[in-house]
């Protein structure tokens, strides 16, 4: 057994309610997209390749225990018996590797923001108290269907525990079902349910005792809300006040603590923090209630790094740590810090773009650093090549430095070279802005993959095609990426036009009022604006979408536009841009395609997109050698395509 010198609290064991947890790592409850009405191979394989990386705890997505709780699509049905063979190949799967597996018992109340079969479900919550993000009237629920609901939990419990798990854990933080019934602004109930606090926590209660009932000794637990940041939860007292109460009944065995509710946009953030958050900062409000119970404590809340959860245990602010995303990022994360490997690990960098991102479109996970997350059956284990070959790379951004990196872990071998002085390519971009110098760990990341796989890097060196016709490698990956896109602008000449790159690399002068022109709705043209209002311009951003953001996943938006929001910036939506001159610039609205004038402008700032960088590629059309283009260069679009596409010429080469 490798020495666990370097996190000694972090992989020493833990007993939880009466089972042995190897370590104190967990890999938390998120929903995967990864399953349908049941659990499927792929959501197997996607848990086994964290237990295999080394998770001592490991708790599965959210599970329907009710008919009358309709949350998204790809939504497991625990309560139903087709379940079982599913939930037996998760927890065979996490068993072969040590790991300890708990399902999540889930109903979403009044939280249902989707369709089936093109039309509303009927959301149910306490009271008819709609919530401002879902934008849904819930019906009362009856005292027969808080009955039923209750008998549910327990169903879905027992279908677990018939089919090997080692417990279960009541999602009952964020904002869903039995947080509505502990808040008194949404549990306005005058029965036994509602009114003390007695009585509003007589549901969650009801439903842990049928749990238990079902689910004997295993481990039973709850997942609650440290705070909501909600205008409608209750808060950290009314939490600890709730705990005590559960810890005198006796019936459960831990609390996982996380913070956010699904209630607001605002709150909701807090289910997924972005980057902007810093790492950690659940662990305070955590700590504050682990020193009022006596219950061990699980503690969520961007917890990326092996250092900072060993720092959480060795002060006492938790016993076990959520390490979720972490491990999304890099399976292996528990194994490489048991092993004193903490560089090797592939750092999450809280973009969210493929994780919650995806989920939040309907699709199946994924992580934006390594497309192999929640595609295990397909792309787990890149196999070693049977015929190495001599790869050359051009181009240092992330779909070039991923090609390099997947290709030589290969056996190929493979040079990579980059006209710049430095690697990142855009990367090197998107870390200026203000909240993003996280993204800058991508290419850090990247790196040091390019480096344990042997990839030979050439900067500051242009490559053209008489250059591989000479080098006469077996194949070329073009990742040579994208410039801006600059269309012809009526009175440019007159005005100072600038795009957005030159702002964020400090290149130009803008003077102090600036228009932003935005047709991509993404973080740059949002980046930019904060930017510049922060050093003290009138920035007016208009957009061609209905909002800044517009292609951004919720999370990130939502963080952003309250940022834009505090920093002055001035939104004007349905904006396309017609022209410039000295002092204004010119838009139409997108729809009726009336005049919007803006005066005052001393420069304008264009957002519109990139176009490819293609040059080599056409110059090397007819040669005879294997040519393959990835990223931005083949089309421009975000980090995430340029890594995929890099992974998959890697993995195909």
Avoid at 420 to 441: D, S
């Amino acid at each position: 057994m490798a020495d666990p010198a370097p996190f000694p609290r972090l992989f020493s064991p833990f007993v939880l309610g009466g089972r042995e947890v190897r370590n104190r790592i967990v890999f938390t409850a998120h929903h995967t997209h990864l399953g349908g009405d049941e659990p499927t191979p792929e959501l197997a394989a996607y848990y086994e390749a964290r237990a295999r990386g080394g998770a001592g705890l490991i708790v599965s997505e959210a599970c329907g225990v009710h008919d009358s709780g309709f949350f998204a699509a790809h939504m497991i049905q625990g309560h139903r018996p087709a379940a079982i063979p599913g939930f037996r190949a998760i927890a065979e799967a996490c068993h072969r590797h040590d790991a300890l597996i708990l399902g999540q018992l889930f109903h979403p109340g009044r939280e249902v923001r989707v369709k089936a079969d093109g039309v509303t479900q009927v959301a149910v919550g306490p009271s008819a108290v709609p919530g401002e993000r879902s934008r849904v009237m819930p019906r009362v629920m009856s005292k027969a269907l808080i009955a039923s609901v209750v008998e549910g939990y327990g169903i879905t419990a027992g279908h677990m525990a018939q089919a090997g798990y080692d417990g279960v854990e009541i999602l009952a933080s964020q904002g869903y079902l039995p947080a509505q019934f502990l808040s008194p602004a949404i549990n306005l109930r005058d029965d036994r349910y509602g009114g003390s606090r007695e009585n509003r926590l007589r549901f969650l209660r009801e439903a842990l005792a049928a749990v238990r009932s079902a689910i004997g000794t295993r481990i039973l637990g709850i997942r609650i809300s440290t705070d909501s940041r909600a205008h409608d939860a209750h808060g950290d007292d009314e939490t600890i006040a709730y705990l005590r109460m559960l810890e005198d009944d006796g019936v459960i065995d831990f609390v996982s603590l996380v913070q956010g509710s699904a209630s607001s946009l605002g709150s909701s953030v807090h289910i997924v923090p972005p980057m902007e958050w810093e790492a950690g900062y659940v662990i305070e409000a955590a700590a504050r209630v682990k020193a009022a119970i006596g219950l061990p404590v699980i503690v969520t809340g961007r917890i990326n790094q092996p250092q900072i959860a060993e720092q959480v245990l060795a002060r006492g602010q938790a016993d076990l740590v959520g390490m979720t995303r972490a491990q999304i990022a890099d399976p292996e994360m528990a194994s490489k810090a048991r092993q004193g490997r903490s560089d090797d690990i592939r750092a999450c960098i809280g973009c969210n773009q493929a994780c919650s991102g995806h989920g939040l479109h309907g699709m199946a996970i994924s992580c934006i650093q390594h497309p192999a997350s929640g595609r295990e059956l397909r792309w787990g284990s890149p196999a070693p090549t049977a015929r190495p070959r001599r790869i050359m790379v051009v181009g240092a951004g992330p779909a070039g430095l991923k090609a390099a990196a997947v290709a030589a872990a290969r056996g190929h071998q493979v040079t990579l070279y980059e006209r710049e002085r430095r690697a990142g390519g855009q990367v090197r971009l998107a870390e200026r802005l203000p909240g993003r110098a996280e993204f800058g760990g991508l290419t850090t990341n990247l790196l040091r993959e390019c480096a344990l796989a042997g990839v030979v890097m050439v900067l500051g060196e242009t490559i053209d095609a008489e250059r591989v016709r000479r080098e006469a490698p077996d194949a070329v990956v073009l990742a040579t990426g994208a410039r801006p896109y600059r269309p012809e602008i009526e009175g440019a000449q007159e005005a100072r036009v600038h795009d957005a790159w030159q702002v964020i690399a400090d290149e130009a002068n803008i003077g102090s009022s600036v228009v932003i022109a935005d047709t991509r709705a993404d973080w740059i043209a949002m980046g930019t604006a904060e930017k510049l209002a922060l050093a003290g311009c009138r920035v007016r951003l208009c957009t061609t979408g209905i909002a800044p953001g517009e292609t951004l996943q919720q999370y990130v938006r939502d963080s952003l536009a309250g940022r834009l929001h505090s920093a002055g910036v001035e939104v004007i939506p349905y904006a396309r841009l017609f022209g410039i001159d000295d002092t204004t610039a010119y838009f139409q609205h997108v729809v009726t395609g009336e005049a919007m004038v803006l005066e005052e402008t001393d420069s304008l700032v264009l957002s519109l997109g990139h176009s490819a960088e293609s040059a080599l590629e056409d110059a090397l059309a007819g040669w005879e050698g294997e040519v393959v283009a990835v990223g931005d260069c083949l089309s421009p679009r975000t980090a995430e395509e340029a890594v995929y596409e890099g992974f998959r010429a890697g993995f195909s080469l």
